[in-house]
């Protein structure tokens, strides 16, 4: 059973820092890529950041690029996301995700980040 759980969100003032991690199992994701999305109260689900095992490439959104950073560890099945320089408007339920090159996508069940003084 492919699993994907998100930790390390939390409560963060206005300039400061987190780090989310995503712990993938269930199965091998050398194949896969890897990303974050965030959904903020009456928004809808939108793009962040993505990894891709294959070619190693990186994406953002614009609105996080130069503050946020995906990684991932020696193990390829954890991925990471550094956020910083936080403001309010990152404020969001974060999700991470995985879709295979077959096309099979998984989601975890999302961490909260809130950003406030």
């Known amino acids: 059973q492919v699993q994907l759980v998100e930790s390390g969100g939390g409560l963060v003032q206005p300039g400061g820092s987190l780090r989310l991690s995503c712990a993938a199992s269930g199965r091998t994701f050398s194949s896969y890529s890897m990303g974050w999305f965030r959904q903020a109260p009456g928004k809808e689900r939108e793009f962040v950041a993505r990894?891709?095992?294959?070619?190693?490439?990186?994406d953002y959104s614009d609105s996080v690029k130069g503050r946020f950073t995906i990684s991932r560890d020696n193990a390829p099945n954890a991925v990471y996301l550094q956020m910083n320089s936080l403001k309010p408007e990152d404020t969001a339920v974060y999700y991470c995700?995985?879709?295979?090159?077959?096309?099979?996508?998984?989601w975890g069940q999302g961490t909260q980040v809130t950003v406030s003084s």
């Open positions: 990894f891709s095992w294959s070619t190693g490439r990186t």
């Open positions: 995700r995985a879709i295979g090159m077959g096309g099979d996508d998984y």
